[in-house]
């Protein structure tokens, strides 16, 4: 909410800033600027997780301030959502390029079967994703994986359950996302499924992003290894498939 300064306005984020809330934040900043605010102040005082809508919000923020000549400021940032900043090159404006690993040991599946492998199956409601991703990675730090590897991991995991619930389930009558998760000796692989209408991805094509939306799977591919989107082989609804490798 605006602070007592009419030319500068507080923007308090709340524990998550996912695209569940994004557009309201982006709405709130239109009035803002409407307003003729001259600072915008952004405390992530409490943030837990921002997926890619919530930078998209973020870089909306940075455009808008700049479009009015006005100043942009963020306090509070928790170390992880600043290891992210530094991960998708944020203060680059969200530029990214598909990567798409070359790595000898990613040109073929594994060889033996999964030393772990367990399915979840997503709660309908999108508020219960974080739940979801703790759990995995409360799994994922079992295996000893180093920090930063899960960390991306999940973060790549956030935007996939994003999509599934944003995209691939919009016109479904039930909702129904599962996440698998199998850990090799060389490997961890992250599957989310849903019954949606269907995406693949081939050949590296990725969609061009609107101004705040569209950064989600640009946002995959800078943090896993392999990034994999197809349509089911049966049914409807889309595979997103990414693999970690363990060192």
Do not use: W
Not at 62 to 85: C, E, G, M, S, Y
Request: net charge neutral.
């Amino acid at each position: 909410m605006p602070s007592g300064n009419s030319k500068l306005a507080l923007i308090s984020i709340g524990r998550e800033l996912t695209f569940t809330n994004a557009q309201s934040y982006i709405d709130k900043a239109r009035k803002l600027a409407d307003a003729g605010h001259t600072k915008y102040v952004v405390d992530f005082s409490g943030t837990q997780y921002v997926d890619s809508s919530g930078y998209g919000f973020l870089l909306y923020l940075h455009k808008l301030a700049k479009r009015n000549d006005a100043k942009l400021q963020l306090i509070n940032v928790p170390n992880h959502i600043l290891r992210t900043f530094e991960v998708i090159r944020f203060s680059e404006g969200l530029n990214f390029e598909a990567k798409h690993s070359a790595e000898e040991e990613l040109s073929a599946q594994p060889a033996k079967a999964p030393l772990y492998l367990k399915t979840i199956k997503v709660p309908q409601d999108p508020s219960k994703m974080a739940q979801v991703r703790n759990q995995v990675r409360d799994i994922l730090d079992q295996f000893g994986l180093e920090e930063s590897r899960v960390f991306d991991l999940v973060l790549a995991l956030g935007e996939a359950l994003g999509n599934a619930f944003d995209h691939g389930c919009a016109l479904c009558g039930q909702t129904k996302i599962f996440v698998t998760l199998s850990a090799y000796d060389d490997r961890y692989v992250i599957e989310v499924s849903d019954n949606g209408k269907g995406l693949e991805i081939t050949d590296g094509f990725l969609p061009e992003p609107s101004e705040t939306r569209g950064r989600g799977i640009r946002m995959m591919y800078v943090l896993v290894d392999s990034v994999e989107i197809s349509k089911k082989p049966h049914g409807e609804g889309t595979v997103v498939k990414l693999v970690k490798l363990s060192q």
